[in-house]
């Protein structure tokens, strides 16, 4: 039975918590369950569970995904924007959590800090799911991995170049992190290209370095972008602000957004794909600023899988929720 996993009841809060076996189960039964759904074979695996679906902030791929997802599997979610519940300065946190165990099957939470979600799983009885953080966003990771593995058959080996690019307003590192939490443990070649000052922790760089050591992958962190992207099989575009900057608000201001003029160079161009594999894929996860971060050339090109990508959440959520919640 699902519920008799190895992985049930487990939080599913940063990809540093899974190993690289354990994160291929939950790709192997995302791709079952993808295949099921395109050939209309019923799965209502968590039929009767009921998901909470916290947002502090907006999504449109996280609540459609998640919602349509426990749908799909033959369960039901609850949405609850911070107008629809006693956020934290009302109830503490740590009652909520209590609270929710007692009705539902499974927290998903997309919050401002990544600690709260932390602390909110340490009270909850029942599965907490990172829907995105300040710190990290495995679910989206872990879609972009998976378009990755559906497209090479593989993951080991494969050079994917996260690449900083300009956007008018502040977004999280949380995908950088998380990039770096997983990748150099399967084996993969990360390259980070940013500019000075915008570099990921020094403790996440340290763990996905010794990580990279035990598999064989490799870490690097360059301010050049053509080094970044050539021979890559995977480039992903990313904007984001020093974490410092980041969690004072999305309108704090950053060197980007205070001198736009010295950044807005990082714009991934044809001329920046041409340097890498001839079948690189460009992954994007969305919303993109469509003329700052990348062109309408690149975005809609045969080498973009940004919508292949936005699918791959739905599978991949469903697999992680099929595979933990009790």
């Given at each position: 039975m699902e519920n008799e996993l190895p992985l049930s009841g487990r939080d599913f809060i940063s990809l540093r918590d899974f190993t690289a076996e354990e994160l291929y189960m939950f790709w192997d039964k995302a791709i079952e369950l993808k295949h099921k759904l395109k050939r209309g074979e019923p799965h209502e695996l968590l039929r009767g569970k009921t998901l909470a679906m916290i947002f502090e902030f907006p999504s449109t791929r996280t609540r459609t995904s998640f919602e349509t997802g426990m749908q799909q599997l033959g369960g039901h979610a609850i949405f609850f924007s911070p107008q629809h519940y006693w956020t934290k300065e009302k109830e503490?946190?740590?009652?909520?959590?209590?609270?929710?165990?007692?009705?539902?099957?499974?927290?998903?939470?997309?919050?401002?800090?990544h600690e709260e979600v932390v602390e909110f799983a340490k009270w909850a009885d029942i599965p907490v799911y990172n829907a995105a953080t300040?710190?990290?966003?495995?679910?989206?990771?872990?879609?972009?991995?998976?378009?990755?593995?559906?497209?090479?058959?593989?993951?080991?080996?494969?050079?994917?170049?996260?690449?900083?690019?300009?956007?008018?307003?502040?977004?999280?590192?949380g995908i950088v992190n998380s990039v770096l939490h997983a990748g150099p443990k399967l084996g993969m070649d990360i390259t980070?290209?940013?500019?000075?000052?915008y570099d990921p922790d020094q403790h996440v760089i340290e763990y996905a370095t010794k990580e990279a050591k035990l598999s064989g992958g490799k870490v690097a962190i360059t301010r050049d972008v053509k080094e970044?992207?050539?021979?890559?099989?995977?480039?992903?575009?990313?904007?984001?602000?020093?974490?410092?900057?980041?969690?004072?608000?999305?309108?704090?201001?950053?060197?980007?957004?205070?001198?736009?003029?010295?950044?807005?160079?990082w714009i991934v161009t044809r001329e920046v794909i041409d340097l890498a594999k001839r079948d690189v894929m460009i992954q994007h996860a969305l919303p993109v600023s469509r003329g700052?971060?990348?062109?309408?050339?690149?975005l809609e090109?045969?080498?973009?899988?940004?919508?292949?990508?936005?699918?791959?959440r739905l599978h991949v959520q469903k697999a992680i929720m099929t595979l933990t919640m009790r």
């Open positions: 503490e946190p740590k009652d909520t959590a209590r609270v929710l165990s007692r009705y539902v099957n499974g927290v998903m939470i997309r919050a401002y800090n300040n710190y990290e966003h495995p679910c989206q990771v872990m879609a972009d991995f998976m378009t990755t593995l559906e497209k090479r058959k593989r993951l080991e080996g494969i050079k994917h170049a996260v690449v900083w690019a300009y956007c008018k307003f502040n977004k999280p590192l980070i290209a940013c500019p000075e000052g970044a992207v050539t021979g890559a099989d995977v480039i992903h575009i990313k904007g984001w602000a020093p974490h410092e900057i980041f969690v004072k608000g999305i309108e704090a201001k950053a060197p980007h957004t205070e001198r736009p003029e010295m950044y807005k160079k700052e971060e990348a062109t309408d050339e690149v090109g045969p080498n973009s899988v940004i919508f292949d990508e936005a699918e791959n």
